[in-house]
Every structure is written in structure tokens, then in C-alpha cells.
């Protein structure tokens, strides 16, 4: 019974969802500032009237040809004659199928409109979440949701003005001609029919895509089983688990196999199920237009409409099941974008918040706490003031605040309590993007994109001219080596960088950063993660890159950082000693082992 329950909950809010899709998606129809959507909407209903028109009138000309054929039927009809009538119905067929597709060729636009509209606005969504957001999901679950609920869009507008309201029109038309041109009888079995098959059709539709829900759910397992073990190749071979690798993955098809063959059988009982249905309607209306011709009520004109009528009638019904089941999964994939698009920014500007305004580039850490769990704080009333041009290291153990520090910085996070200002002005009360613009940061681990270096260099800002992009890589000492490749600047990086060393990836870094020219220069461990030589070569180029700037360093190696204006160590989320590093070192406290720590360490 608790299963029963639960699946009628989840078909609730199934229903709740869709309604509220379907509700954000209708607008895009009609949109207020875009009067060509509406013309082009209009238009296409137009043709869609004039379409279903021809096609509910088509059956009388084949009635009326072959009416003529057994000289029966009005005097007009038997004027035209069996051969013209059946040129007409040809080309009524024609037309019918003609207006379909100018139908689809009017719409393509709004569709298509409405497709890039939503892919732009929830791909700028995701670049305004804030990191938290970025770091607990999936980078490829994100990608997946806006595929899937972008290729809904179409297809749901599609459904929502081409699907339903027509088939419905259609069937009406139907039912008006068989009301006015044989009797109620005739009406009520097609319409009994038309009610059980839908009824039948989205019970078992319902069923079948909690089979397939299952079955897929069983293919992921399987897949995340193989790519687990071919992932961990050598640790399979290490402890001799072939066949236990085998026969884990096994289990996993063998309960997919178990899924797809209900999918399979649950198939064959629907389509099955249809066709006694629309085959029983079929047989009741021919059986009754039969006894028509027989009683002299109805010509085989008569007879052979009615069978195209219910002909006509059953091929959309037949994909009703087909389209059921797509719009059901359109309905969700959008509903998962659009709970994507609902979710609220942790930053965002103030209304009306000015841009940065720079003199000097003083940063002010004014009794900072934050944490990123409210129960658990990193930082516990941090207050430090970097003037104009200073050079300040942040050092300290891992979880001592270092990052976090840089991270307030940048305003990925906004402080729980106390100020963060810079020349003076809280970064809460400006706009990121003059904040962003104001700060250059080199990372510990430069990620570039996977286009040419000169693509990469650029980024730093789209409007710099050739020449400018040069001197950024001359002034971090890469020219050279990106002049010695074939294809020197136009040299394709591979994915995140990885055809590059890391000495390069980091100068090519370094040339972005410098290109950009900011004020602000945070160097977030910019050579943790290189080797002591590369470190070293890399140093100078850093040197120079702070000159004239404020450099906030974030720094593992305590040897990159002894020319630091002021060092300030951390210790769980608070300073516990600043200065140079001679007056640290002078003075044997924290700074002091952590020098010699590491001293020891590089000396082994």
C-alpha cells in the first residue's frame, strides 16, 4: 500500500510539475515585445485550420469517386466523374501534406527563437551561481540538464500548439460529419472508442514509463560499473579481480536485461491492447454501414468514407502513446531546468550599486568572520590592511584560511560578519563586474580553454589588438617559446591546457593577467603545484608582474615569498604573527618552524 501511495505522490507532482512548465514555457509563444512571434503564431494556426479543413473533407471525394464508379451518388458528383474525383482527392492529399509542412516552416523560427532565448538565459543563470552552487554539483549533470531541457522546448511548443488543440479539432470535424451525414449511433461508437483507447493508452503509457525509469536507472549502474573498473585497470590486475569485476558487472545487465525485457513485453501489451480497440471500433462502424448499403440507407460511397474517416482517426491515435511518453519526458528534463533557472544567486549587486571606483588599490579586512557551514567558521575576525602598491603574504597550514581569504576577496562568498573594502568601499555595495575587472589572480593551477594560445592570452581582454597580446606573452617570457611552434600563436591547448607543460600553462596565465593590467593582483599559489626549477624560473616573472600593483599572495613555498613587504601567518582561521621575514624569523614563533619544516623537507 506504502508503494501505491508513493507512486500516486510522485504522479501528483509529476501532474504539478508539468502544469508549471507548461505555464513558463506558453509565454514564448506570445511574447509582448516581439510582435513577428504573434504574426508568425497566427499565421501558422492559420494554415493548420486550412490544413485540417482539406483534411476532414478528403474522405468525400473518395466517396464521391467511387459513388460514381457504381453510378451512384449526386448529380454534380456523377458529372465530375470517377476519374476527376479521384484527381481531386490526389490532389487534396497533396495539399493536405503541403500545408502541414508550411505549417512547420512558419513555426521553425518561433521555435527556434524560443530554444536559443532559454539555452542563453539559463547558461547566463549558471555563470551568475555562486561557487558553493559550482563545487556541490556536477559539471557534466549541469551540461545534461540544459541539453535535455533545451531540445524540450521545441518540442513542447510544438506539441502545445500543434498536438492536442489539432487532433481535438480534427476529431470534432469528424464528429460533425458523421452526426450530419449518417446518425448519433455512428458518433457514439466512435467516440467510445476514441475514450477507451486514450483511457488505455496513458494508463499503460504511465506504467511503462515507470519500467523505463527502471531499466535506465539498471543501464547507468551497469556503464558506471564497466568505466569504474576500466578506470581502475591496474588495481584489478594488482589484486587478481578479473572475474570479480565480471561478475559484478554480470549482475548489473543481468538486472537491466530484467528491465528491458518488461519494457519489451509491456510494449507488445500496449500496442496489442490498441489494436483490439481501434480494430473492435473499426469492425462496429463497417458492420453498421454495411447493413446501410444493404437496407438501400447508405451508398458504397458511404461505406468506404467510413472506413476512411476511422482510418484517419486512428493514425494520430497510434502515436498518441509515442507522444504521451515524450511529452511526459519534455515535461520533466524542462522541469529540471527550470528548477535550475529558480535557483536564487548567494551574491548579487545591489540596486543601483555603483562600479569600483580605484585610488590606489588599499584592501581593508575589517574583523572578518565567515565560514562556509554557519556552525563550522574559517575565518574568526580577520583584520588586515594592504595598502597601495604593498606586496602581503597569506601563510599558514591547509584549513588555515588562506584560500578563503582570497575567495572573499573575489566575492564568491560575502562575509558573515565584518567588511571587506577596497579604496574605502565595501565590496557588498559596488557591482561584481567592476570588481572582477579591477582584479588580475593567477591560480595554482592555470585551466585554459581548449582553443589557440592566442585565444587563451586574449581572454584576458577581447579587445586587445595582436600586437597587445604579444607584449603580454614577451612580458612573461613565453614568446619565445610559443614563436618556435609551427603554428605558433594559432597552437591548439588541448582540453583544459593539457597539451602544455605546466611552466607553460602558468606563463600563459601570467601573460592573461598581465594583458588585463589590473590594479589588484591575487597569486593564489601560483607555484605550488610546479617542480623547484620551473618555481624558480617562474619567480621573476611574478616579481615583475606585481610591480606598481597591490599583490596579495597566497603561498605554500615560504621560500617564494621572503621579498614580501609583510608576511602574516595563519593559524584555524585567525593572524597569529605578521612582519617581514627577517623580523619573523627574529622573533622564533610560528613562521620560524614552518621555515624550518620546510627547510628540512627540501634538504632531504
Same mark, same amino acid.
Given at each position: 500500500?506504502?508503494?501505491?501511495?508513493s507512486?500516486?505522490?510522485?504522479d501528483?507532482?509529476n501532474r504539478?510539475s508539468?502544469?508549471r512548465?507548461?505555464a513558463k514555457?506558453a509565454?514564448?509563444?506570445w511574447?509582448?515585445?516581439?510582435p513577428?512571434?504573434?504574426r508568425?503564431?497566427?499565421?501558422?494556426?492559420?494554415?493548420?485550420f486550412?490544413a485540417?479543413?482539406i483534411?476532414?473533407?478528403?474522405?468525400?471525394?473518395?466517396?464521391?469517386?467511387v459513388?460514381?464508379?457504381?453510378?451512384?451518388g449526386?448529380?454534380?458528383?456523377?458529372?465530375?466523374?470517377?476519374?476527376?474525383?479521384?484527381?481531386?482527392?490526389?490532389?487534396?492529399?497533396l495539399?493536405?501534406?503541403g500545408?502541414?509542412q508550411?505549417?512547420?516552416?512558419i513555426f521553425?523560427a518561433?521555435?527556434?527563437?524560443?530554444?536559443?532565448?532559454?539555452a542563453?538565459?539559463?547558461f547566463?543563470?549558471?555563470h551568475?551561481?555562486?561557487?558553493?552552487?559550482?563545487?556541490?554539483?556536477k559539471?557534466?549533470?549541469?551540461?545534461r540538464?540544459i541539453?535535455?531541457?533545451?531540445?524540450?522546448?521545441?518540442?513542447?511548443?510544438?506539441?502545445l500548439?500543434f498536438?492536442?488543440?489539432?487532433?481535438?479539432l480534427?476529431?470534432l470535424m469528424?464528429?460533425?460529419?458523421?452526426?450530419?451525414?449518417?446518425?448519433?449511433?455512428y458518433?457514439?461508437?466512435v467516440?467510445?472508442?476514441?475514450?477507451?483507447?486514450i483511457?488505455?493508452t496513458?494508463?499503460?503509457?504511465?506504467?511503462?514509463v515507470?519500467?523505463r525509469?527502471e531499466?535506465?536507472?539498471?543501464?547507468?549502474?551497469?556503464?558506471?560499473k564497466a568505466?569504474?573498473s576500466?578506470l581502475?585497470?591496474?588495481?584489478?590486475k594488482?589484486f587478481?579481480?578479473e572475474?570479480?569485476?565480471?561478475?559484478r558487472?554480470?549482475?548489473?545487465?543481468e538486472r537491466?536485461?530484467?528491465?528491458?525485457?518488461?519494457?519489451s513485453y509491456?510494449?507488445?501489451?500496449?500496442?496489442f491492447?490498441?489494436s483490439?480497440?481501434i480494430?473492435g471500433?473499426?469492425?462496429?462502424?463497417?458492420v453498421m454501414a454495411a447493413i446501410g448499403v444493404q437496407?438501400?440507407?447508405?451508398?458504397?460511397g458511404?461505406?468506404?468514407m467510413?472506413?476512411?474517416y476511422?482510418?484517419q482517426i486512428?493514425?494520430?491515435l497510434?502515436f498518441?502513446g509515442?507522444v504521451?511518453r515524450?511529452?511526459?519526458?519534455a515535461?520533466?528534463d524542462?522541469?529540471?531546468m527550470?528548477?535550475?533557472?529558480?535557483?536564487p544567486?548567494?551574491?548579487?549587486?545591489k540596486?543601483?550599486a555603483?562600479?569600483?571606483?580605484?585610488d590606489?588599490?588599499r584592501?581593508? !579586512?575589517d $574583523?572578518?568572520? =565567515?565560514?562556509?557551514? #554557519?556552525?563550522?567558521?574559517?575565518?574568526k575576525?580577520? /583584520?588586515?590592511d @594592504?595598502?597601495p602598491?604593498q606586496s602581503?603574504?597569506?601563510?599558514?597550514?591547509s584549513?588555515?584560511?588562506?584560500?578563503?581569504?582570497?575567495?572573499?576577496?573575489?566575492?564568491?562568498?560575502?562575509?558573515?560578519?565584518g567588511a571587506?573594502?577596497?579604496?574605502?568601499?565595501?565590496?557588498r555595495?559596488?557591482?561584481q563586474?567592476?570588481?572582477h575587472?579591477a582584479?588580475g589572480?593567477?591560480?595554482?593551477?592555470?585551466?585554459? !580553454?581548449? $582553443?589557440?594560445? =592566442?585565444y587563451?592570452? #586574449?581572454?584576458?581582454?577581447?579587445d586587445?589588438?595582436? /600586437?597587445e597580446v @604579444?607584449a603580454a606573452?614577451?612580458?612573461?617570457?613565453?614568446?619565445?617559446?610559443?614563436?618556435?611552434l609551427?603554428?605558433?600563436?594559432?597552437?591548439?591547448v588541448?582540453?583544459?591546457?593539457?597539451?602544455?607543460?605546466?611552466g607553460?600553462?602558468?606563463r600563459?596565465g601570467?601573460?592573461?593577467?598581465?594583458?588585463?593590467?589590473?590594479p589588484?593582483?591575487?597569486?593564489d599559489?601560483?607555484?605550488?603545484?610546479l617542480?623547484?626549477?620551473?618555481?624558480?624560473?617562474?619567480q621573476?616573472?611574478?616579481?615583475?608582474?606585481?610591480?606598481?600593483r597591490?599583490?596579495?599572495?597566497?603561498?605554500h613555498?615560504?621560500s617564494?615569498i621572503?621579498?614580501?613587504?609583510?608576511?602574516?601567518?595563519?593559524?584555524?582561521?585567525e593572524?597569529?604573527?605578521?612582519g617581514?621575514?627577517?623580523?619573523?624569523l627574529?622573533?622564533g614563533?610560528?613562521?620560524y618552524?614552518?621555515?624550518?619544516?620546510?627547510?628540512a623537507?627540501?634538504?632531504?
Open positions: 500500500m506504502q508503494a501505491i501511495a507512486t500516486a505522490d510522485e501528483a507532482q504539478e508539468g502544469w512548465v507548461i514555457v509565454p514564448y509563444l511574447p509582448e515585445d516581439e513577428w512571434v504573434k508568425r503564431v497566427v499565421l501558422a494556426l492559420a494554415v493548420l486550412v485540417k479543413l483534411a476532414v473533407g478528403t474522405p468525400l471525394l473518395y466517396k464521391g469517386a459513388d460514381a464508379l457504381a453510378g451512384e449526386s448529380a454534380m458528383m456523377l458529372a465530375v466523374g470517377a476519374v476527376g474525383l479521384t484527381v481531386a482527392y490526389g490532389m487534396a492529399r495539399m493536405n501534406v500545408f502541414q508550411l505549417r512547420d516552416v521553425a518561433v521555435g527556434q527563437r524560443a530554444l536559443r532565448a532559454l542563453l538565459e539559463t547566463t543563470h549558471i551568475r551561481l555562486s561557487l558553493r552552487y559550482h563545487i556541490e554539483r559539471t557534466g549533470g549541469l551540461s540538464i541539453e535535455r531541457g533545451v531540445k524540450g522546448v521545441e518540442f513542447l511548443l510544438r506539441f500548439l498536438s492536442i488543440g489539432p487532433l481535438l480534427e476529431l469528424i464528429a460533425v460529419v458523421l452526426f450530419v451525414l449518417f446518425d448519433v449511433s458518433l457514439a461508437v467516440a467510445g472508442v476514441i475514450a477507451a483507447y483511457w488505455f496513458f494508463k499503460v503509457t504511465e506504467w511503462r515507470r519500467i525509469r531499466m535506465n536507472d539498471q543501464d547507468t549502474d551497469a556503464n558506471q568505466i569504474d576500466l581502475n585497470f591496474e588495481t584489478v594488482y587478481g579481480a572475474e570479480r569485476e565480471a561478475t558487472y554480470d549482475g548489473a545487465m537491466y536485461v530484467d528491465a528491458a525485457l518488461k519494457t509491456s510494449l507488445a501489451f500496449l500496442n491492447g490498441q483490439i480497440l480494430t471500433g473499426l469492425v462496429a462502424v463497417m437496407n438501400g440507407a447508405l451508398t458504397v458511404d461505406f468506404v467510413v472506413n476512411a476511422m482510418i486512428t493514425m494520430p497510434n498518441l509515442t504521451y515524450e511529452i511526459r519526458q515535461l520533466i524542462m522541469g529540471e527550470f528548477d535550475l533557472l529558480e535557483q544567486r548567494e551574491v548579487s549587486d540596486p543601483g555603483p562600479g569600483l571606483r580605484i590606489g588599490g584592501i581593508e !579586512f $574583523d572578518v568572520v =565567515f565560514g562556509y557551514d #554557519a556552525a563550522r567558521p574559517i575565518l575576525g580577520i /583584520s588586515l @594592504v595598502e602598491g602581503v603574504a597569506l601563510v599558514g597550514p584549513g588555515s584560511g588562506k584560500s578563503t581569504i582570497g575567495r572573499l576577496l573575489f566575492r564568491f562568498y560575502d562575509v558573515s560578519h571587506l573594502r577596497i579604496d574605502g568601499q565595501d565590496v555595495d559596488i557591482t563586474d567592476s570588481l575587472g582584479i589572480v593567477v591560480p595554482q593551477d592555470t585551466v585554459l !580553454f581548449n $582553443d589557440t594560445i =592566442f587563451n592570452i #586574449a581572454y584576458g581582454r577581447d586587445a589588438s595582436h /600586437s @604579444v606573452a614577451r612580458a612573461a617570457r613565453i614568446h619565445d617559446f610559443i614563436d618556435s609551427p603554428e605558433g600563436y594559432q597552437t591548439q588541448g582540453e583544459r591546457g593539457l597539451k602544455l607543460s605546466g607553460e600553462k602558468q600563459v601570467i601573460a592573461r593577467t598581465l594583458l588585463k593590467d589590473p589588484i593582483l591575487l597569486l599559489e601560483a607555484t605550488s603545484a617542480d623547484t626549477e620551473t618555481e624558480q624560473s617562474i621573476g616573472e611574478l616579481k615583475a608582474m606585481g610591480q606598481g597591490t599583490v596579495l599572495t597566497i603561498a613555498r615560504l617564494t621572503v621579498e614580501a613587504d609583510l608576511i602574516v601567518v595563519l593559524q584555524d582561521g593572524i597569529v604573527e605578521r617581514t621575514h627577517e623580523e619573523l627574529a622573533r614563533g610560528r613562521y618552524s614552518l621555515w624550518q619544516r620546510q627547510a623537507e627540501e634538504a632531504a
